[in-house]
């Protein structure tokens, strides 16, 4: 690897540090931040690591090197716009994607060409490293709690005690037990739908089979969570 090459990580990884650090403190009032990025290094150091196919189709046709640099300085130029606007009008996904982008022109750059497919996945994976935005995280946060409320209410009624649901509250004639967004279970169904991608890319497994464990994975945490309330 050559020293423009090096510098060029260098400083896409010291820019991906800062990023982080400037905003830690809105990332860490998720408590599952610290655990997803780790988990997100992990597995991606497993993809970029793992042995590549260098043959027959498998085998990737370079691309130029000036064409790599261009690449890269247009994705620079579009990183900056894109994190000038998402600090303007608060969109920090916008942020978080042009860094991301940014890396992957970085990565793409440094690295030989048959590495394209698997730092393409790396990308895709870390992208998710970022919480999801409240637009979409209270909906399915809503969910979560009302499927754990009424499987704790069908779990509770076969074992013959008198209760019944209302939303997100539970009732049994002379209390009410309301189930807080904290034990949706919502949170631990994204680490372990994460977890489950990760390790799906690195052994290389179907598109069909990672979306049937990820299922599988989320049903498993409902039912646990019922178990938990009931």
């Known amino acids: 690897m050559s020293l423009s090459k090096k510098i060029v990580l260098l400083a896409t990884a010291s820019l991906l540090c800062v990023w982080f650090s400037a905003n830690w403190t809105r990332l860490s009032a998720d408590h599952d931040t610290l655990t997803m990025v780790v988990l997100g ?3 991606g150091l497993s993809l970029i690591c793992r042995p590549k196919p260098t043959t027959g189709k498998a085998e990737a046709k370079a691309t130029p090197a000036r064409g790599l640099i261009v690449i890269f300085i247009l994705g620079a130029i579009v990183f900056m716009l894109t994190a000038v606007a998402g600090q303007i009008f608060g969109v920090h996904q916008l942020q978080w994607l042009s860094l991301i982008l940014l890396v992957y022109v970085a990565l793409r750059w440094a690295f030989p060409a048959h590495y394209g497919k698997d730092i393409a996945l790396v990308v895709f994976l870390f992208y998710w490293v970022h919480p ?13 709690q ?5 499987g704790a209410e069908w779990v509770l ?17 002379f209390q009410q037990i309301t189930v807080p967004a904290i ?3 919502l949170k631990t169904g994204v680490v372990v739908v994460f977890s489950v991608l990760g390790v799906g ?4 497994l179907a598109w069909f089979e990672i979306l049937i464990f ?3 994975g989320l049903v498993q945490v409902l039912m646990m969570n019922i178990a938990r309330i009931a």
């Open 41 to 43: 290094v992990i597995f």
């Open 132 to 144: 999801l935005p409240q637009q979409v995280f209270g909906p399915l946060q809503l969910q979560m």
């Open 146 to 150: 009302l499927w754990s409320v009424m």
């Open 157 to 173: 009624h076969g074992m013959n005690v008198a209760v019944w649901a209302d939303n997100i509250s539970l009732y049994n004639g």
């Open 183 to 185: 034990c949706s279970g």
């Open 201 to 204: 890319l690195i052994f290389r």
């Open 214 to 216: 990820g299922i599988l």
